[in-house]
């Protein structure tokens, strides 16, 4: 078997956006990234003493639903700058989907999860460190996890009462439509005969 490659190091990691220019207006001006420079399709980045790239792809998907963040790109924030880091985030139109300050075995510290404008999740991070390993696992997303589920099942049932109800309510107004006499045109009453005018009438103009 081959010797493993012999890494020293990350250089940079892509993601990927929409719209070069959105993106860089998030990563610099809400994040405090530094722009370095860009073409037609990339903008590079730098963060502290590491880089990354943001991609333009034609058809971006953001890699996560709706208000999740299991797909994430991680970035450190000073302790003293963390509450005033998720203010900002907040006040710039991006709320914070998660916070933990527990629970995380390998990097500790306090964790916040937010969206940039192309649903990527982003992870702000006051780091304390790695962690003990021998302590258990936190099972805590886990949890949350299975409360979505329950809560998903317990609201399943009562939605498919109200869509079986309304489907019902729709039989029931056409059965009742295809009961209803269609009339002849000798058959459908007459309308009531115009009333006189009681205004009297206009005198002859002379000429």
Do not use: A, H, I, S
């Given at each position: 078997m081959a010797d493993a490659v012999k890494l020293t190091g990350i250089l940079h990691f892509a993601i990927g956006v929409g719209d070069l220019d959105v993106g860089r207006r998030f990563y610099?001006?809400?994040?405090?990234?530094?722009?370095?420079?860009?073409?037609?399709?990339?903008?590079?980045?730098?963060?502290?003493?590491?880089?990354?790239?943001l991609t333009n792809t034609a058809h971006h998907r953001p890699p996560n639903p709706p208000g999740e963040y299991e797909f994430h790109h991680a970035f450190i924030v000073n302790g003293g700058d963390f509450d005033e880091a998720l203010r900002a985030l907040e006040s710039s139109g991006h709320p914070i989907l998660v916070y933990e300050e527990e629970g995380h075995r390998t990097f500790t510290g306090r964790h916040a999860y937010v969206h940039d404008p192309f649903g990527n999740a982003i992870e702000i991070i006051d780091f304390h460190g790695i962690g003990d390993f021998s302590r258990p696992d936190f099972q805590g997303r886990q949890r949350r996890k299975a409360m979505k589920k329950a809560k998903a099942r317990k609201k399943a049932p009562a939605k498919k009462a109200a869509k079986k109800k309304a489907a019902a309510k729709k039989a029931k107004a056409k059965k009742a439509a295809a009961k209803k006499p269609v009339l002849r045109p000798s058959q459908r009453p007459k309308a009531a005969p115009r009333r006189p005018s009681r205004r009297p009438p206009r005198p002859a103009r002379r000429r």
């Open positions: 610099e001006k809400v994040l405090g990234c530094k722009y370095l420079r860009q073409n037609d399709t990339t903008v590079f980045m730098q963060v502290g003493d590491q880089y990354f790239v």
